[in-house]
């Protein structure tokens, strides 16, 4: 079945380490998106990516870094820059979203202690 | 910019009967889409039904039905005879047509179904 896979589920680090977010999928979706949800706060766009070896900063990417070296996946890194890293991290990718919407992973719970 | 305000932070409704959450957005273009999502405790975000800015006509998927309001940028959703599985987080989104980049969401409402 196609879908997005992120991994791990829950991840923890120590404050000041970088850690990367793994996002894959096998949709043949140009388009990927990663977001932050925090309570009370919604689903705050974080980078997104319309094409390989392309990407634009989201509304908070500051502290955060991603790549698109291949379709199908999407990394998104948690800098030691990020003042308050602790939440919850949606991967999502599309091919309309007008049409289609996004289609989203089922998460990563990052805590940093 | 666009908003999308959910002013319902939580709702809850007995099992088999009718439950309406709002969505209101503020958005100065004409050519615009709609879609709630509902993200049950599994954390996975589910599409539940998507509008059209252009379509008059209501959209409806099963028991899951919009009241779509264009000229008051209302966009609620009725959920009719609720089951416990719809307990979960909704979201309320919203893109436009010509820049289909971001989704910008709202702070969603948590919905609880009781036996």
């Known amino acids: 079945d196609g879908g997005i896979t992120q991994s791990p589920k829950y991840l923890f680090r120590k404050e000041g380490q970088n850690v990367t977010l793994s996002c894959e999928q096998n949709?043949?979706?140009?388009?990927m998106y990663w977001y932050r949800q925090d309570p009370g706060q919604g689903l705050r766009l974080i980078y997104y990516?319309?094409?390989?070896?392309?990407?634009q900063k989201g509304d908070i990417a500051e502290g955060y870094s991603v790549s698109r070296e291949k379709k199908e996946s999407f990394p998104l890194t948690v800098t030691s820059a990020q003042k308050n890293p602790t939440a919850f991290y949606l991967c999502?990718?599309?091919?309309?979203?007008?049409?289609?919407?996004?289609?989203f992973g089922s998460g990563t719970r990052l805590t940093v202690v | 910019a666009q908003t999308v305000t959910q002013s319902q932070p939580e709702m809850s409704v007995q099992e088999a009967e009718t439950v309406t959450l709002s969505c209101t957005y503020d958005?100065?273009?004409?050519?615009?889409?709609l879609f709630w999502y509902k993200q049950p405790p599994s954390r996975q975000m589910i599409l539940v039904i998507r509008q059209e800015a252009y379509k008059q006509q209501n959209a409806t998927e099963n028991r899951f039905s919009v009241n779509f309001q264009k000229a008051a940028k209302s966009f609620s959703l009725k959920i009719s005879d609720s089951q416990l599985g719809d307990t979960a987080m909704y979201f309320c989104a919203f893109t436009l047509s010509y820049n289909t980049d971001k989704l910008i969401f709202g702070t969603g409402t948590r919905l609880q179904v009781f036996p």
């Open positions: 958005t100065s273009e004409n050519n615009y889409y």
């Open positions: 999502a990718s599309s091919i309309d979203p007008g049409m289609n919407g996004y289609t």
């Open positions: 990516s319309q094409i390989v070896n392309d990407f």
């Open positions: 949709l043949n979706h140009d388009a």
